[in-house]
């Protein structure tokens, strides 16, 4: 069975930073890229960063471009959202996302910026 673990999530001031880390048990075939998501309060879920599996070509949301940073290490089937000056329209639920044959999710992480 696939699970995706996200941590690093809290709470942390106008201007600080956080990262994300998401971990993968089980085996998934035919990854096409690795992301996060996230899901403000009273808002849908919208794309953050993705990063692809072969190659590492990297996509952000433009409200991230130059703040947000993700990474992965194909070894471990790990990834990462390193966020730097962040306000307080990041916060929300993050989301780990594998897009492979078929979409993986994890359970999410609360990321809280206080002004």
């Known amino acids: 069975q696939v699970q995706l673990v996200e941590s690093g999530g809290g709470l942390v001031q106008a201007g600080g930073s956080l990262r994300l880390s998401c971990a993968v048990s089980?085996?998934?075939?035919?990854?096409?890229?690795m992301g996060w998501y996230r899901q403000a309060p009273g808002k849908q879920r919208e794309l953050v960063a993705t990063?692809?599996?072969?190659?590492?070509?990297?996509n952000y949301a433009e409200s991230v471009k130059g703040r947000f940073t993700i990474s992965r290490d194909t070894a471990k089937n790990t990834w990462n959202l390193q966020m730097n000056s962040l306000n307080p329209e990041d916060t929300g639920v993050y989301y780990c996302?594998?897009?492979?044959?078929?979409?993986?999710w994890g359970k999410g992480t609360l990321v809280t910026v206080s002004s």
């Open positions: 996302n594998v897009a492979a044959t078929s979409n993986y």
């Open positions: 990063v692809t599996y072969r190659g590492g070509r990297t």
């Open positions: 089980g085996s998934i075939f035919s990854i096409s890229a």
